[in-house]
């Protein structure tokens, strides 16, 4: 893929409408960097918050056409899908509670999407936009960013090469400490997160869990047939689960191990985990992405770096920086959105325009069936089926 550096040819550019991403939006900034790096959309239109002032301050500050910056999502759509220029691609960056319309509408205008992760806040609300998007084939696409590490990438491969030999365990965990002992100072992000209402069924294994959860499956290739969760909460006043442990069971009978928590003090971003097979152990750190570490049964360990030479094509082609020059969370995103690019270009046959799998809305689906199926499992007290699509 081409990214940064070299001979770039000439490429459609994408036009990009925003949902969301005001004034105090926490993650929108990142959307927009990331795109800036794959080099291959334009922000053009936005309706950028609830508040026409502060969406008309926003679209000011990114330099959009005034015609172009909406008091809301409804209008924004409606507008833009009657111009003969319209957008190529709606990005949705609002709270989880505020996915579903902006998506909904944006899907049957027939304009392809990119959501925020979870995808909405139930399963009928997922279930339902994933009959629009098939309906029509129309793009959809969650920003699961830790897909796109090259290491992470390069574990794919090998692990679907076979080079661990046959999966037995996998494990992963996400510990985060910002919740840790004082929710107050969260501000306008932990406000909602907190909120059953706004956050969805599950604090935090809906809000990091769920990307501890989707990357076992892009690892594996297994789907997570049935679930077993401890759902807890350690902080006093937080009102939602803040730690939660869940036994897995994938396709296979391969067992499984999740463990996610935003009160963990010492862990700042701590998503890790460890894939067993019959012949080594991969295992891999977003703290320190830059290796993926093999160590094999009776063999010396291995350790793969991003940059080298003996890395997967996989890994290789979602390299953006020579080797040596420290690369991480944004160039992962923009590798994502540098294959959103890809698989927009590609038309109805999108779903195959990358070599590895897209985040689509099937992926969003599960991710948002695992809080409810945990919520019912911590419930009973016992494993629970995890729903067949």
């Not at 090469?161 to 969260?186: H, Q, T």
Request: aromatic letters at 8%.
């Amino acid at each position: 893929m081409y990214r940064l550096t070299g001979d770039i040819p000439k490429r459609k550019r994408l036009k990009v409408g925003m949902i969301g991403g005001g004034r105090g939006a926490f993650f929108a900034s990142y959307h927009r960097a990331a795109m800036r790096i794959a080099n291959r959309f334009d922000l053009v239109a936005g309706a950028f918050s609830s508040d026409p002032a502060v969406a008309m301050e926003a679209g000011e500050a990114l330099d959009i056409a005034p015609d172009r910056i909406y008091p809301s999502f409804t209008d924004m759509v409606a507008k833009e899908a009657g111009r003969s220029d319209r957008i190529d691609v709606g990005i949705v960056v609002t709270p989880n509670h505020l996915h579903f319309e902006p998506c909904r509408l944006l899907l049957e205008a027939g304009i392809p999407v990119i959501c925020d992760k979870p995808l909405v806040n139930s399963t009928d609300e997922a279930r339902e936009l994933v009959r629009i998007a098939e309906k029509s084939n129309t793009f959809f696409a969650l920003t699961y960013t830790y897909l796109g590490y090259p290491m992470v990438r390069d574990a794919r491969a090998r692990i679907a090469a076979g080079e661990l030999g046959e999966i037995r365990f996998m494990y992963v965990e996400y510990l985060c400490e910002w919740l840790a002992n004082d929710p107050s100072k969260l501000g306008k992000g932990g406000v909602w997160r907190g909120d059953p209402l706004k956050a969805g069924p599950t604090g935090a294994l809906g809000d990091i869990g769920t990307h501890a959860f989707n990357i076992l499956e892009f690892l594996s290739g297994k789907k997570c047939t049935a679930l077993n969760a401890k759902l807890t909460t350690v902080v006093p006043g937080w009102g939602m689960d803040d730690t939660d442990v869940l036994q897995l069971e994938f396709e296979g009978g391969i067992d499984g191990l999740l463990w996610s928590s935003i009160a963990a003090p010492g862990h700042r971003n701590g998503l890790r985990f460890k894939i067993v097979g019959t012949k080594a152990t991969a295992e891999w750190c977003q703290e320190a992405p830059e290796t993926l570490l093999f160590s094999r049964l009776g063999l010396a360990d291995l350790v793969y770096r991003r940059g080298g030479g003996d890395m997967t094509e996989d890994g290789r082609d979602s390299v953006n920086l020579p080797a040596g020059n420290p690369e991480s969370y944004l160039e992962a995103l923009a590798t994502l959105y540098a294959d959103f690019a890809q698989a927009l270009e590609a038309g109805p046959d999108w779903r195959n325009a990358t070599a590895v799998p897209l985040p689509d809305i099937r992926q969003g689906l599960r991710g948002v069936a695992l809080s409810e199926v945990a919520v019912q499992s911590n419930k009973q007290r016992a494993w629970v089926a995890f729903p067949d699509e």
